[in-house]
C-alpha cells in the first residue's frame, strides 16, 4: 500500500501531538492534591487524545468509525475548552455560549453517529464553523477580561491560555480538507504541541509571557530555517516544502515538550528531603532514622553497624570524619587505593549510590540507593541537612549526655 505524502505528513503530526499531550496528561495526573482546574484540563486533553488516535486509526485502517469517532469527539471539544475557560475565569461563561456549545456538542456527535457519507462536505464545514465561532468567542473572553479579579499567577496561565487559542483557531481550519481547500497537511497539531509547552513552562514558572513567546518563535525560525535547507538539497516543490517545515516543526516542539517533562520531574524531587526533615519526628534519633527510611525518597534505606560493617576496618570509618556523605559516582576523589576498594565493595555489597554516616557512637552507616542525586545540587544538600540532622540527634541522645 502506497501512502500519499499527505497521510505521511498529517500521521507525523498528530503522533508528535498525540504523545505531546499524553506527556502533558501525566504531568497533571502526578499533582496532588489535584486542584479542579486540572480535572477539566484533563478532561479537555482527553478529548483531544482521542481526536487525534481516532484520527490516525481512520487513516491507516481506513474504517469509517474512527472517523465518526474523531469527528464526534471534535464536537464535544468547543464544549471542553468552554469548562476550563470557566474555571481559569473563576465565574461562570455567558450563557448563550454554553448553551450553544453543549446544543453544537450533541448536533454534531448525532451527525457524526447517525450521518451517512453523503453530508460529510457539509457536516466537516459546519464543525469547522461551530468550532471557530466558540473558540474566537472564548478568545475574547480571556482577552477582555477583567485582570483585577484573578491574582497575578492566574492571569498568567489566562495569558498562555489565550494565546494557544489564538494558534488554534487557524491551525484548526486547516484540519478539514476538501476539494476547495486542499491544504499539504494539517497543522492542528502543532498548536496542540503549543499549548502543551506552554502549559509546561507555567508549572515550572521561571519563565515571561515574552520569553515563552520569543523562545517558541525563535525555535520556530530555526527549525524552518533547517527544514527549507532540506527541501533546497531534496529539491522539493512548494508543497513538500510545506510538509518538510511542518513535521520538523513539530518534532522540534514536541522534544521541547517533553523537554519540560523530565525538567518539571526534576524540580518535584527537589524539597522531598526537605519536606521529610520538616515533618519528620525529631524526638530521638532512633524515630527520625525510621522516618527517613519510610519516605519517598529514602525508602528501603539500610542501616548498617556492628556485625553488618565486619568487612570494613578503622580507616573506612575514619573516612566518614572528613567526608560524612561518600557517593559512588566520587570514588576517584579518595586518595588511598586500600579506602576506595572498601567503599566500591560497600557500594556494590549494598547496592547503594550513597554511604551516610548518621551516627558516630555507635558507628552507624545508612546506605541510600538514589541515583538521582548524583545529578542533582540541591538534593544533594538537602542530603547534607539531614546528615546533620541525624548526628544532632545521635550526639544528644548519646551516653553521658
Keep these: 500500500m502506497q501512502i500519499s505524502p499527505e497521510v505521511i505528513a498529517d500521521s507525523f503530526v498528530s503522533l508528535a501531538s498525540l504523545i505531546g499531550l499524553v506527556l502533558l496528561a501525566r504531568v497533571l495526573r502526578r499533582q496532588r492534591p489535584r486542584p479542579a482546574i486540572n480535572q477539566r484540563f484533563l478532561f479537555a486533553i482527553h478529548v483531544v487524545i482521542v481526536i487525534m488516535a481516532a484520527r490516525l486509526l481512520q487513516w491507516f485502517t481506513d474504517l469509517d468509525g474512527f472517523g465518526r469517532a474523531a469527528y464526534g469527539a471534535a464536537s464535544v471539544l468547543p464544549l471542553a475548552a468552554v469548562l476550563v475557560v470557566e474555571t481559569v475565569l473563576r465565574r461562570h461563561a455567558p450563557r448563550f455560549l454554553k448553551t450553544w456549545a453543549a446544543f453544537g456538542a450533541v448536533l454534531f456527535v ?152 523530565r525538567a518539571i520531574k526534576r524540580d518535584a524531587r527537589q524539597g522531598v528531603l526537605l519536606d521529610v526533615l520538616a515533618n519528620a519526628p525529631v524526638t530521638d534519633h532512633a524515630t527520625f532514622i525510621a522516618a527517613l527510611q519510610t519516605r519517598a525518597l529514602t525508602s528501603g534505606a539500610l542501616v548498617l553497624s556492628g556485625d553488618s560493617l565486619a568487612d570494613f576496618d578503622t ?27 572498601q567503599f566500591e565493595w560497600f557500594f556494590r555489597k549494598f547496592d547503594a549510590s550513597h554511604a551516610m554516616m548518621v551516627s558516630r557512637h555507635p558507628f552507624q552507616i545508612m546506605a541510600l540507593n538514589i541515583p538521582a542525586l548524583a545529578q542533582s545540587g540541591p538534593l544533594e544538600r ?3 541537612v539531614a546528615q546533620r540532622l541525624a548526628m544532632l540527634l545521635a550526639e544528644r541522645g548519646a551516653p553521658g549526655d
Design 110 to 261: 448525532l451527525i457524526a453517529v447517525f450521518a451517512g457519507n453523503g453530508y460529510a462536505l457539509a457536516a466537516l464545514l459546519a464543525l469547522a464553523g461551530f468550532q471557530a465561532l466558540t473558540f474566537g468567542a472564548l478568545a475574547a473572553l480571556l482577552v477582555w477580561r477583567d485582570r483585577d479579579d484573578v491574582s497575578p499567577a492566574e492571569n498568567t496561565m489566562i495569558d498562555r491560555l489565550g494565546l494557544s487559542l489564538v494558534l488554534i483557531v487557524p491551525l484548526a481550519l486547516t484540519d478539514f480538507r476538501t476539494d476547495m481547500m486542499d491544504l499539504p497537511v494539517r497543522l492542528s497539531g502543532i498548536a496542540v504541541l503549543v499549548f502543551c509547552w506552554l502549559a509546561l513552562t507555567l508549572r515550572r514558572g521561571s519563565t515571561t509571557q515574552s520569553g515563552i513567546v520569543s523562545a517558541f518563535l525563535g525555535l520556530a525560525l530555526v527549525l524552518s530555517a533547517a527544514a527549507l535547507a532540506i527541501a533546497a538539497l531534496a529539491n522539493l516543490d512548494a508543497r513538500a516544502i510545506v510538509q518538510v517545515m511542518a513535521i520538523i516543526v513539530s518534532a522540534g516542539v514536541l522534544a521541547g515538550v517533553y523537554s519540560q517533562t
Design 315 to 341: 580507616r573506612f570509618e575514619h573516612h566518614f570524619e572528613g567526608q560524612p556523605i561518600v557517593r559512588s559516582s566520587g570514588l576517584d576523589q579518595i586518595a588511598a587505593k586500600d579506602v576506595m576498594e
Design 382 to 384: 538537602e542530603l547534607q
